[in-house]
């Protein structure tokens, strides 16, 4: 891999190596994809919709953190 920046390669690679798990639920009646965390929490990464007005409401902007059941 040859990456150019003149970031510092620790700043770039922070958390390469950690695993993420991530997983398709229903929220609010749309389909997400989250990015799970403990204690039954997850962050919205993605909004699965073809209705343009969905990405208008903010209870679904990537990085709101969700309870999942």
Do not use: A, N
Request: zero cysteines; charged letters at 30%; a negative charge.
């Amino acid at each position: 891999m040859l990456l150019w920046t003149i970031m510092p390669e620790e700043i770039v690679l922070d958390g390469f190596d950690q695993q993420r798990r991530f997983q398709q639920v229903d929220y609010l009646g749309k389909k997400v994809i989250v990015e799970t965390k403990d204690e039954g929490k997850g962050v919205i990464v993605q909004l699965l919709s073809s209705d343009p007005h969905d990405f208008l409401d903010k209870h679904f902007s990537p990085g709101t953190e969700i309870f999942l059941h």
